[in-house]
């Protein structure tokens, strides 16, 4: 996953999860990285070109090539390297396996709820070109509320709160709450999107 910096619409985060028993997520903050001629720098490139060799294979909600080329300027990700990427949208992948089943009664929550979700499935089945959100496809599947309020926030800022100590000790509390969250949020929607893979490799031959 990615986020852009909602004051200046400039991509600022890249989210990665290696899916295992214990996963563990990389958050890659691009105005936080080392000089580009640094060693460290080198091995983040490095990183990234191992993790999208074409023997991996990315899952996204979207276009995995399309979100990343907006991090090529950053010099960390090279044309060369995204087009190695061995990509599956998920997104696509909810909207076939959505679309083929049979239509349900829509989920027992608060009724606006309900008429918003029960049109967002119609509006799925009718336009061939609608795409799911990830936000109503958790809720769809699993009856979840996936937070999203912290996506207009400033992702530029440093997420490194260990060696802020030039705040008073009432405003870094308050900052603190707020990186925390975004780090939640940035955890969460890979997290989500993992859970909606795990869910639709149940139903791999009906997708």
């Known amino acids: 996953d990615t986020e852009d910096d909602y004051y200046t619409h400039q991509p600022a985060l890249i989210q990665i999860e290696f899916i295992q028993d214990k996963s563990i997520i990389l958050l890659i903050q691009i105005n936080h990285l080392p000089h580009s001629s640094s060693v460290v720098f080198w091995l983040i490139r490095s990183l ?3 993790i999208f060799n074409s023997l991996n294979v990315i899952y996204s909600w979207g276009d995995a090539k399309d979100e990343l080329s907006k991090f090529i300027p950053s010099r960390l ?14 997104q696509k992948i909810f909207k076939n396996w959505h679309d083929r089943k049979p239509q349900r009664q829509c989920i027992l929550v608060s009724l606006d709820a309900v008429n ?5 499935s119609r509006k799925s089945t009718t336009n061939f070109n609608h795409k799911w959100s990830l936000q109503m496809a ?9 937070d999203k309020s912290r996506t207009k926030s400033r992702w530029s800022r440093n997420l490194d709160m260990t060696n802020d100590n030039h705040r008073s000790f009432v405003v870094n509390l308050k900052v603190n709450r707020i990186v925390q969250e975004m780090i939640e949020y940035a955890v969460n ?19």
């Open 48 to 50: 990234l070109k191992v």
């Open 77 to 90: 990700l090279s044309s060369e390297t995204l087009r190695e990427i061995n990509n599956m949208n998920i």
């Open 116 to 120: 918003r979700l029960c049109t967002y």
């Open 138 to 146: 958790i809720a769809y599947a699993f009856h979840e509320y996936l």
């Open 189 to 207: 929607d890979c997290l989500a999107v993992t859970k909606l893979v795990s869910m639709l490799k149940l139903d791999r031959m009906n997708i």
